[in-house]
């Protein structure tokens, strides 16, 4: 069965640092993965996903991912984090029977 | 396009009490899915509906019956509300291709339920 990891449950970052937010997964077959933003008060919208093309994924609002195979990990950076970014963001792989499998998700704080 | 609708936005139900969760697509697509969301458990997921015609339990699935009315909408029924039903409750929805491929699923805004 096909799980998802997020180590943190919270990251607080200064503005203009870098974000970084891991994500580990478990699969048995090739993985489709994700990675959603929630704003407060709102439903997810998706960031960006890898689909086993190239690697490295970008996304919206300048994140990105890269997927290692040998590390079981699809980890979300941006260079230089905003203020808008404030957010929860979960990771997400396709399951059994095109359901997805979402990890606990990550709430991110920049700092001013 | 208005994507994925959810009605109401909020509901307050004393224990015992019905009420269903109406959900609402007009990306034609054809599979749609109910989600709970509580603090520090991610989304979990209740029931789905891979294609018009066909339901199946999730997750977390007691408690709760779903109907999926035609390709456009999906409802979610909480026959006798308990209060550790309180949660909000997304739906979503996918293009299900028969290539072997996955699209991703976009989700409505949600709507929060609380159960006294």
């Known amino acids: 069965a096909q799980s998802v990891t997020q180590l943190g449950s919270h990251v607080s970052v200064s503005e203009g640092a870098l974000v970084l937010l891991r994500c580990n997964y478990s699969?048995?077959?090739?993985?489709?993965l994700f990675w959603y933003v929630q704003y407060p008060n709102q439903g997810l919208q998706l960031l960006l996903k890898?689909?086993?093309?190239?690697?490295l994924v970008k996304g919206i609002n300048g994140f990105e991912a890269e997927f290692k195979k040998s590390e079981t990990s699809f980890h979300l950076t941006k260079p230089s984090a905003h203020m808008s970014d404030a957010a929860e963001y979960f990771c997400?792989?396709?399951?059994?029977?095109?359901?997805?499998?979402f990890g606990k998700g990550t709430l991110l704080t920049v700092n001013p | 396009n208005a994507g994925v609708t959810q009605t109401p936005k909020f509901q307050v139900l004393k224990t015992g009490q019905s009420m269903t969760l109406q959900c609402a697509q007009d990306?034609?697509?054809?599979?749609m899915y109910w989600y709970r969301q509580d603090p520090g458990m991610g989304l979990r997921l209740i029931y789905y509906?891979?294609?018009?015609?066909?339901?199946d339990k999730g997750e977390v699935p007691n408690g709760y019956n779903v109907s999926r009315l035609n390709k456009r909408e999906f409802s979610l029924r909480l026959e006798s509300a308990a209060p550790s039903q309180t949660s909000v409750y997304f739906c979503?929805?996918?293009?299900?291709?028969?290539?072997?491929?996955?699209?991703?699923?976009?989700f409505g805004p949600g709507t929060r339920l609380t159960v006294l």
């Open positions: 979503a929805s996918s293009f299900r291709t028969s290539g072997g491929g996955y699209n991703e699923q976009f």
């Open positions: 509906s891979a294609s018009e015609g066909t339901t």
């Open positions: 890898y689909t086993s093309a190239a690697t």
């Open positions: 990306m034609n697509h054809n599979s």
């Open positions: 699969s048995s077959v090739p993985p489709y």
């Open positions: 997400a792989v396709k399951g059994s029977n095109y359901k997805l499998t």
